[in-house]
């Protein structure tokens, strides 16, 4: 079981990561906004797997109907998935939300490399 210490030492651990409140909850930022506590337990990550994720382990993954415009957002209940899965979720969440410093061209070099590397 992950848990929220579980996100704030993995997300810290990312190179120019900072943490700061949004909405009241701990969230934790790269470029822009990469997780945030949703509610006691959940945590918001960014993904472009969410129908996938959510389709196959619906206890673990969710969206409200807040999330419905933002398609790459995605809930997770930390009890459900362990630091492992934690993990990469929010390396992903990471990758989206790009590194501090980090330009919008770049943002797609580094989007399309990934992709690549999921294919290979």
């Not at 120019?16 to 509610?39: C, D, H, N, Y």
């Not at 472009?48 to 993954?61: V, Y």
């Not at 899965?85 to 390396?91: A, C, F, G, K, N």
């Amino acid at each position: 079981m992950a848990t929220e210490e579980d996100v704030r030492r993995i997300c810290l651990a990312m190179p120019g990561v900072t943490e700061r409140p949004s909405w009241g909850q701990a969230a934790w930022f790269g470029k822009t906004l990469m997780a945030r506590i949703w509610e006691d337990g959940v945590v918001t990550v960014k993904t472009d797997e969410r129908e996938a994720l959510a389709a196959m382990e619906p206890d673990a993954f969710f969206w409200t109907p807040h999330h419905e415009r933002s398609p790459k957002l995605l809930l997770v209940r930390l009890e459900n998935i362990d630091a492992e899965e934690l993990d990469e979720l929010l390396q992903e969440s990471y990758r989206i939300a790009g590194t501090p410093g980090q330009t919008k061209t770049q943002l797609g070099r580094s989007s399309a490399r990934f992709e690549s590397s999921k294919r290979a």
